[in-house]
């Protein structure tokens, strides 16, 4: 079993705020990693995925990068909304056996 | 809609029981996974396949049996050898080489 580690474990800020999480990983054997978001009673929906090494991604106010060499992800909010509480789950794919690994998610909560 | 559809969403079962989940997707993919949650950890796998009439185990599938009898189709057996079932199921699917996954919107089962 595979190590994905997210860190924090949870995270309160307020309105405005800017804000990131880590996503670390082992760095061998990588193929791809994947940013989701999960609100509360709904499904995870994919935010990000991502594959090269110095890979950067954005969506709106949602920024994410990669570092494989080193094992870690970070996903940054600019200018927290309430809208972005959720939890943020990370999962690392291996090789190409479509087998993600995710770690327990950094849950967000964003005050008005 | 295209999506993923879990049934049921809640359930309660005597301890000895076998339960079967529901996972039917519409989405035309070939790949499903049963993901089990519990409190503070991450998704953990429990079977996937990548092909109708196909699956392998994938961490925790010790109690657990599946089925692929059609491409829509991964239902999920708890069986009574199974020793700690209560938890959350999450079912995906999703294209081969390591894409974005989607998911349903989880099954909660409590076994009493």
């Given at each position: 079993?595979?190590?994905?580690?997210?860190?924090?474990?949870?995270?309160?800020?307020?309105?405005?705020?800017?804000?990131?999480?880590?996503?670390?990983?082992?760095?061998?054997?990588?193929?791809?990693?994947?940013?989701?978001?999960?609100?509360?009673?709904?499904?995870?929906?994919?935010?990000?995925?991502?594959?090269?090494?110095?890979?950067?991604?954005?969506?709106?106010?949602?920024?994410?990068?990669?570092?494989?060499?080193?094992?870690?992800?970070?996903?940054?909010?600019?200018?927290?909304?309430?809208?972005?509480?959720?939890?943020?789950?990370?999962?690392?794919?291996?090789?190409?056996?479509?087998?993600?690994?995710?770690?327990?998610?950094?849950?967000?909560?964003?005050?008005? | 809609d295209g999506g993923?559809?879990?049934?049921?969403?809640?359930?309660?079962?005597?301890?000895?029981?076998?339960?079967?989940?529901?996972?039917?997707?519409n989405l035309?993919?070939?790949?499903?996974?049963?993901?089990?949650?519990?409190?503070?950890?991450?998704?953990?796998?429990?079977?996937?396949?990548?092909?109708?009439?196909?699956?392998?185990?994938?961490?925790?599938?010790?109690?657990?049996?599946?089925?692929?009898?059609?491409?829509?189709?991964?239902?999920?057996?708890?069986?009574?050898?199974?020793?700690?079932?209560?938890?959350?199921?999450?079912?995906?699917?999703?294209?081969?080489?390591?894409?974005?996954?989607?998911?349903?919107?989880?099954?909660?089962?409590?076994?009493?």
């Amino acid at each position: 079993i595979l190590n994905v580690e997210q860190s924090p474990q949870s995270l309160h800020v307020q309105e405005g705020d800017s804000t990131n999480f880590t996503c670390s990983f082992p760095s061998s054997n990588f193929y791809a990693l994947h940013w989701y978001r999960w609100e509360t009673a709904k499904s995870p929906e994919a935010l990000f995925v991502m594959t090269l090494n110095g890979d950067e991604k954005k969506k709106g106010r949602i920024s994410a990068t990669l570092n494989t060499k080193e094992g870690y992800s970070y996903l940054y909010i600019k200018g927290s909304q309430p809208e972005d509480s959720a939890t943020y789950l990370c999962a690392f794919i291996v090789d190409n056996f479509n087998k993600f690994y995710f770690g327990s998610g950094t849950k967000l909560n964003v005050k008005p | 809609d295209g999506g993923i559809t879990q049934s049921p969403k809640y359930l309660f079962r005597k301890e000895g029981q076998n339960v079967t989940l529901s996972c039917e997707q519409n989405l035309n993919h070939d790949a499903m996974y049963w993901y089990r949650q519990d409190p503070g950890q991450g998704l953990r796998l429990i079977y996937y396949s990548q092909i109708v009439n196909d699956f392998q185990k994938g961490d925790i599938a010790e109690g657990y049996s599946v089925s692929r009898e059609k491409k829509e189709s991964f239902p999920l057996t708890v069986t009574s050898a199974q020793k700690n079932p209560t938890a959350f199921y999450l079912c995906a699917s999703g294209t081969h080489s390591g894409n974005t996954i989607y998911f349903g919107e989880g099954s909660w089962l409590t076994v009493v």
